[in-house]
């Protein structure tokens, strides 16, 4: 079999779109695995899980900043490149006003989360109810963006400058997604727990000797966070799987002949989740986890790297259409 370099280039040329997908999905899902950490320290009564919440919660928001300076660089280059954009991005009716907002109280919400760990330490409700809030505030986000994304590429389809709608901007936000639309959002957040636990077992080992938790933190941590990152994966593998098959049915000789682009790069991004799936296991069950620090170094990129491929393997399937 030919080996298809032009869906390889896809690939490689889908890297900076890959990083974006991760730091944006890893900033919203690191949050809710902060939140659901601290809960279950507080039932089970175990320092460690709080320890391990409070490392996740610095994390998302190391994550959220870069995901800030990357949209703004996003921003800049939109509004340099297609001029009709700057209506969008300044006009109060605009349903980027939405989004504007859902990220600043996301921020708010996190820094505050972040921030009044110690603070809050004897109300324990009051703290977790802040990281709730920053959680809600993500994914606001990615559905005011998703939204707002959705009318603007509806509106291009039929003029090549759309002015915003005269029209209120939360009915905009208001509508209902479609099943397709809302099947996505779940593959979403999937996709953000893997991302946001993968780039964990990552954080762990590179705060290892800033943090200095002792041997038994880490005996704790890295095998829970590896946890995390793990079934989420399979998860993600069995979604997308499944969500292409739908794409190439009735599976067949002939129709992987036809197009060896998806064969090779879901079958590329297949092969790389399954050895991010093998670091997370080994992890999980050693006994001496911080021996696999350097897996849990490299996961995040592989992760990332299966991330690019599958979304060329998917333009790939629907060019052959």
């Not at 099947?183 to 953000?192: C, T």
Request: charged content about 10%; glycine content about 8%.
């Amino acid at each position: 079999m030919q080996i298809p370099m032009e869906s390889l280039k896809l690939a490689a040329g889908l890297l900076p779109k890959a990083t974006f997908d991760y730091i944006a999905l890893g900033a919203t899902g690191a949050p809710l695995i902060a939140v659901l950490l601290e809960l279950t320290g507080k039932a089970k009564k175990k320092v460690f899980y709080d320890k391990l919440a409070q490392q996740i919660a610095s994390m998302s928001l190391i994550l959220f900043f870069l995901f800030l300076i990357a949209t703004a660089g996003t921003i800049a280059y939109a509004a340099n490149s297609w001029k009709w954009t700057l209506d969008w991005l300044k006009n109060p009716a605009s349903p980027m006003m939405a989004v504007y907002a859902s990220l600043a109280l996301t921020a708010i919400f996190l820094i505050a989360y972040k921030y009044s760990w110690k603070k809050l330490k004897k109300n324990k409700p009051v703290h977790i109810l802040l990281g709730i809030l920053a959680v809600l505030g993500g994914m606001t986000f990615i559905h005011t963006s998703t939204m707002t994304m959705k009318l603007i590429f509806s509106l291009v389809g039929t003029t090549p400058q759309p002015a915003v709608p005269q029209m209120s901007m939360l009915d905009h936000l208001l509508v209902v997604p479609d099943p397709t639309v809302m099947a996505l959002a779940g593959l979403y957040l999937i996709m953000a727990l893997t991302f946001s636990g993968a780039a964990g077992g990552l954080y762990l080992v590179l705060r290892r000797n800033k943090d200095n938790f002792g041997r038994d933190y880490y005996k704790f941590s890295l095998p829970v966070i590896a946890k995390w990152a793990l079934f989420p994966m399979l998860i993600q593998i069995a979604s997308i799987g499944w969500l292409l098959s739908l794409f190439t049915s009735p599976p067949s000789l002939e129709t992987l002949s036809r197009n060896t682009g998806m064969v090779v790069t879901v079958g590329g991004a297949g092969m790389l989740a399954l050895i991010c799936c093998a670091i997370w296991t080994v992890t999980w069950k050693s006994p001496t986890p911080m021996r696999h620090k350097i897996g849990l170094g490299i996961a995040p990129f592989l992760t990332l790297g299966a991330h690019a491929l599958i979304m060329a393997g998917a333009f790939s399937i629907f060019v052959n259409l």
